[in-house]
């Protein structure tokens, strides 16, 4: 499990041990990320870079806009989905971090487009091994997992939000 292991500790704070369960998120939990802020906020490195960096991308990501596609055709490594992926998990964290509810409507906004726009895929594993779609899928698509996790308690999404997301 990622969230479990050995403490996690910043030079000059008091040991706290990482959550044996993730309390949502998959790859981190909300506690996890608070941990991180409070390191952040005093003054620990690279946790205060960190944070920074953080608010200062979700916010250039607060200025743009999901780009789905449908029927999603992946050519290459990157495109709206790797971008759009990436937005939703960094607005997600931001929310967490900040509670700043824009950043959770946001990532929101980024699942929702996603999860009704794009009902098809081209060039996922058919006969003739034409699989690049389904590698990039594979490999971005968990971020819209994480980001709808982690931005649950703000209610950004509604119920037909989620099950259109689950289907």
């Not at 937005?87 to 959770?104: C, I, K, M, P, W």
Request: hydrophobic content about 40%; glycine content about 6%.
């Amino acid at each position: 499990r990622i969230a479990s292991g050995p403490t996690a500790t910043a030079p000059g704070a008091s040991p706290t041990a990482m959550p044996a369960e993730p309390d949502a998120g998959l790859l981190t939990s909300r506690a996890e990320v608070g941990q991180r802020v409070a390191w952040a906020r005093a003054g620990h490195e690279p946790f205060a870079q960190a944070l920074a960096d953080l608010i200062v991308d979700a916010d250039t990501r607060l200025a743009a806009s999901p780009d789905p596609e449908e029927p999603l055709d992946i050519p290459g490594t990157d495109g709206p989905f790797v971008d759009d992926s990436a937005s939703a998990y960094a607005l997600a964290l931001a929310y967490v971090a900040t509670g700043d509810e824009r950043y959770a409507r946001h990532a929101a906004l980024y699942v929702r487009a996603w999860a009704t726009t794009t009902r098809s895929t081209r060039h996922t594993c058919t006969t003739d091994g034409d699989c690049q779609t389904s590698l990039i899928i594979g490999r971005t698509a968990p971020a819209f997992i994480f980001a709808a996790d982690l931005i649950a308690p703000s209610r950004a999404l509604t119920t037909d939000d989620i099950a259109s997301f689950d289907e």
